[in-house]
């Protein structure tokens, strides 16, 4: 059965320094999404993208974060300068097309900012 | 702002009885909703959808009841099994747009 794979698992990094997410979604699926949950918080949307641009992003998503399909497979999360806040599961999910997509969640990669 | 609600943080049922867990939403352009499982440490699982042409949607255990009029869903599982302890997430999308907005969760205990 196809699924979308995460990498890392565990990411512990030191406040400000960068990170980066990794992604695989399923192949043929056209929407990618992130998403996170802080521990004991609800899944908060990070930012969605389609046909190689953002198409929406949340008020969490600032100017320290990017995403990128660098080569057509992987999908990927950058924070800049990491917080202590940044602290959280990071989902990464994808859908095929839109008008009946269900999102498929990869299995998390839990960062840790000390 | 929370478009897709969920009040009950818990909910214990023993047993073979059933479980409901219920989701409110305040956006009327919502035409597709999801629940999802979700185990500790572990990404949210799929587990049923219904789009708003349907008012029921059935799955084995796993019945998703909607009512548009009230903006209410709920998620009937008959009967509940110990492996069913989770936390439920319903999750709604608008065709015009381009995330799922999901709700807080409602962790689930199946009492043996």
């Known amino acids: 059965e196809p699924e979308v794979t995460q990498t890392p698992s565990h990411q512990v990094t030191q406040m400000g320094q960068e990170v980066i997410l990794r992604c695989v979604p399923i192949?043929?699926?056209?929407?990618f999404y992130w998403y996170r949950q802080i521990l004991g918080q609800k899944v908060e949307f990070l930012v969605s993208?389609?046909?190689?641009?953002?198409?929406?992003k949340s008020e969490i998503f600032d100017d320290q974060f990017s995403v990128e399909r660098p080569d057509g497979s992987n999908f990927t999360l950058k924070i800049r300068s990491t917080k202590l806040e940044d602290s959280a599961m990071y989902f990464c999910?994808?859908?095929?097309?839109?008008?009946?997509?269900?999102?498929?969640f990869g299995q998390g990669t839990r960062l840790t900012v000390v | 702002d929370q478009q897709v609600k969920q009040n009950s943080p818990s909910l214990s049922v023993q047993e073979g009885r059933i479980s409901i867990l219920n989701c409110d939403y305040t956006?009327?352009?919502?035409?597709?909703f999801l629940w999802y499982k979700k185990y500790p440490a572990e990404g949210p699982t799929f587990l049923i959808s219904?789009?708003?042409?349907?008012d029921k949607n059935e799955d084995g255990r796993f019945t998703v009841f909607l009512n548009k009029s009230a903006k209410h869903l709920s998620l009937h599982i008959v009967p509940s099994q110990p492996g069913d302890s989770a936390v439920y997430f319903c999750?709604?999308?608008?065709?015009?747009?381009?995330?799922?907005?999901f709700g807080t969760g409602t962790s689930l205990t199946v009492i043996p």
């Open positions: 999910a994808s859908s095929g097309p839109w008008d009946r997509g269900l999102a498929f």
């Open positions: 192949s043929n699926h056209l929407y």
């Open positions: 993208f389609y046909n190689n641009e953002i198409s929406e």
């Open positions: 956006n009327s352009m919502f035409d597709y």
């Open positions: 219904i789009s708003s042409i349907k």
């Open positions: 999750a709604a999308s608008a065709a015009t747009g381009n995330q799922f907005y």
